[in-house]
């Protein structure tokens, strides 16, 4: 959301946070898949018109579904992207050596959707997988400035670099692993190329919209920006004003 009001402010902006059901990291398919349904259909309600699901496992295990059986059937007209795809659009050019590797939660690298999208663009790069589940909790719990935080954060880039010595270029595949993008770049060789999916995706939208007049034409622009939790507000403004880069003021909202 931060990279996206950055790179088009001109824009109205309704962020929903479903920490109620939050992190959609270790759930099944199918519960990922009717939460984010339902958090889309709301912001549909509420006039959106694009909805960008900003979350790896929603991304991986609700999107193709959404699109393909939902839209048609809901909202023909509107749209539905995720975060997952821009990424692996640029892997194949930040490597030398062909070997790249994803850090991300349970169910996106169970999810395969990484390696999937990345044989579409790059078929001769090598891919390497680890799943995090330390990370989100020790991020929203502010765990990751400790002893505790280091380890988790050294034990997971450990277990991938372990798995080729040769891997020069990771992308982050989870939108809370920017907020310790500096702890895992002390732990990787350096050099390593390391993919955060804020700045990528916000240009992916730029450029969707130049190539989509008819959408960018039915977005409003007078530069609103309104937050939404289906959890405490109090608890939410905290935690994501530490993400947003500075205050926020949300409104409950139950689905």
């Known amino acids: 959301m931060k990279e996206l009001v950055n790179e088009l402010p001109e824009y109205d902006y309704l962020y929903l946070g479903d920490n109620a059901r939050a992190p959609y990291g270790s759930r099944s398919y199918e519960a990922v898949y009717e939460y984010t349904l339902e958090c889309v259909q709301e912001l549909f309600n509420r006039g959106c018109e694009l909805v960008v699901l900003a979350c790896n496992t929603a991304s991986a295990k609700a999107l193709r579904t959404i699109q393909q059986k939902d839209l048609p059937r809901i ?83 450990d277990e991938l670099l372990t798995q080729s010595k040769d891997i020069d270029a990771v992308i982050l595949g989870c939108t809370h692993y920017p907020l310790i993008e500096e702890k895992i770049k002390q732990y990787l060789p350096s050099g390593t190329e390391v993919l955060s999916q804020g700045p990528i995706v916000a240009k992916g939208l730029r450029d969707y919209l130049m190539r989509h007049p008819e959408m960018e034409n039915r977005c409003s622009k007078s530069g609103g920006v309104r937050f939404y939790t289906t959890d405490n507000v109090d608890n939410f403004n905290t935690l994501a004003g530490m993400f947003y880069g500075r205050p926020v003021s949300a409104h409950k909202l139950d689905l």
């Not at 909202?75 to 062909?98: C, D, Q, S």
């Not at 070997?99 to 891919?127: A, M």
């Open 75 to 157: 909202a023909p007209n509107k749209r539905v992207l995720g975060v997952i795809r821009p990424t692996t659009e640029l892997i194949g050019h930040r490597t030398k050596t062909g070997h790249v590797g994803i850090l991300g939660t349970s169910g996106t690298v169970l999810s395969n959707s990484y390696p999937v999208e990345i044989e579409k663009f790059f078929p001769q790069l090598k891919v390497y997988q680890q799943a995090c589940p330390m990370w989100v909790p020790l991020i929203e719990n502010n765990e990751i400035n400790n002893a505790g935080g280091d380890f988790f954060i050294r034990k997971y880039v």
